[in-house]
């Protein structure tokens, strides 16, 4: 699986944000461009990632978002 960039992501990789992104289910809450999320977890789906935030449980994003540090 690659990030927006193309570079490969793997099982506890970090990733940012690269745009701020509406996060359904969440109360309306919003992760802002910049956003740091650790330790993600490859899916099954090619182009979907599963994280933990601290404020937000069983977060899946998709990888197109994300960039990796």
């Known amino acids: 699986m690659r990030d927006s960039?193309?570079?490969?992501l793997a099982?506890?990789?970090s990733v940012t944000l690269v745009?701020?992104?509406k996060v359904k289910?969440?109360?309306?809450?919003?992760?802002k461009r910049g956003t740091v999320i650790r330790s993600?977890?490859?899916?099954?789906?090619?182009q979907?990632?599963?994280c933990r935030?601290?404020?937000?449980k069983?977060?899946?994003l998709r990888a197109e978002f994300v960039k990796k540090n």
């Open 5 to 8: 960039v193309g570079n490969l």
């Open 25 to 31: 289910g969440a109360g309306g809450q919003t992760l």
């Open 53 to 56: 935030h601290e404020t937000i």
């Open 11 to 13: 099982d506890g990789d």
């Open 48 to 50: 979907e990632i599963d």
């Open 58 to 60: 069983g977060l899946v």
């Open 19 to 21: 745009k701020d992104l």
């Open 40 to 46: 993600i977890r490859l899916t099954g789906d090619p």
